[in-house]
């Protein structure tokens, strides 16, 4: 099983090139190209050519001295290929995590809301040499999305690496260019959907708020997204930064799901330059420039909904015993592996 919680996934590659490294770097920088590599997945499954690149943004930077980076392996970039059903998945470093447990425990607590990556933990070797231990995280794509609604023909945006605001610039797409990528559906490349519920998010009144949200939004699992990135200090997301999310617009609902991405700085690695432990949840300093935390706030019913399911995060999954037991879990199982990793970052 790929994402089994009690597996170490192995990986062995063999590049077509000696100078691998030189050419990941080179492609990372010249527009994340791939390059050819050999795959032996478990020593039992062998896929002769997959796509393999760097990833990430600070993890890259954060680690450029070091042969451990962030990687992407895509299964299907050269045939027609899976791994177990799987046509992509992403490997974190954990340049921001010595613990090895930020993004695992994180997308364990919010999966329980939402759809969400799941993870696992991997040895990634190239020509038999340890590279390094890593977080194995599942792509949010068509495949992520086949497995998670009955419906997964819909539209699938990604907030842009300098940050999706949702603030309403117009209603050309060319507005929000620099903010979403759409994922999905590219060839009809339709945004007048996410531009129509920007637009309403922004500019429909208090009194008609809800109802036309409602229409527009999960609300449910927005409260949720929005009340996870309080209790778990993860602010490099809408709530901060305004980056790592995903919306999706489910057919079968016709409203647009808020989805979670990269939690490798949870647990207050990222600050935002705020006070990690004592943040209010309510008084939030940048509220005029992210108008759906402003707007749910602003709201009575929103809000009771957002203050409940961080009350129910800090009493369940989210408690510190919860958490705790999970760490005892985690270190007892992964700390041979973090051990012999020759290129942890500490």
């Known amino acids: 099983e790929l994402f089994a919680d009690d597996v170490v996934q192995e990986y062995n590659l063999h590049f077509y090139t000696e100078n691998w490294q030189d050419s990941l770097e080179y492609y990372y920088n010249n527009g994340e190209e791939y390059i050819p590599a050999m795959l032996t997945y478990n020593d039992t499954i062998v896929l002769d050519s997959i796509g393999v690149r760097y990833k990430g943004n600070s993890s890259y930077m954060q680690s450029s001295t070091s042969p451990k980076k962030p990687l992407k392996f895509h299964f299907g970039k050269y045939k027609d290929q899976f791994l177990c059903e799987v046509e992509k998945l992403n490997f974190s470093n954990c340049v921001k995590d010595p613990s090895f447990m930020r993004e695992v425990i994180s997308y364990e607590i919010i999966g329980q809301y939402v759809p969400s990556p799941r993870t696992a933990y991997a040895n990634i070797f190239v020509d038999d040499d340890l590279l390094g231990f890593y977080v194995q995280v599942e792509q949010v794509d068509e495949y992520f999305l086949a497995r998670n609604y009955d419906e997964p023909s819909g539209d699938l945006y990604k907030a842009g690496d300098d940050g999706a605001t949702m603030q309403y610039r117009g209603s050309l797409q060319a507005d929000y260019a620099d903010e979403f990528e759409l994922k999905t559906n590219e060839d009809e490349n339709d945004w007048n959907s996410l531009i ?119 009493a369940g999954s989210a408690s510190y015993d919860s958490v705790n037991q999970r760490i005892t879990e985690l270190q007892d199982f992964i700390d041979p592996y973090v051990q012999a990793d020759p290129n942890k970052l500490y």
């Open 196 to 314: 129509g519920l920007i637009d309403n998010l922004n500019n429909t009144s208090d009194e008609l708020f809800l109802d036309t949200m409602t229409e527009n939004l999960d609300l449910e699992g927005c409260a949720a997204m929005l009340a996870f990135n309080m209790v778990l200090s993860h602010f490099d997301s809408y709530t901060g930064s305004a980056r790592n999310f995903y919306l999706y617009q489910n057919p079968v609902t016709d409203k647009f799901d808020f989805l979670p991405w990269d939690l490798n700085e949870s647990f207050g690695a990222y600050t935002n330059n705020w006070d990690v432990i004592y943040q209010d949840v309510i008084s939030i300093s940048n509220l005029a420039e992210r108008p759906l935390n402003e707007r749910f706030l602003e709201n009575e019913t929103l809000l009771d909904l957002y203050l409940f399911y961080i009350e129910d995060m800090i």
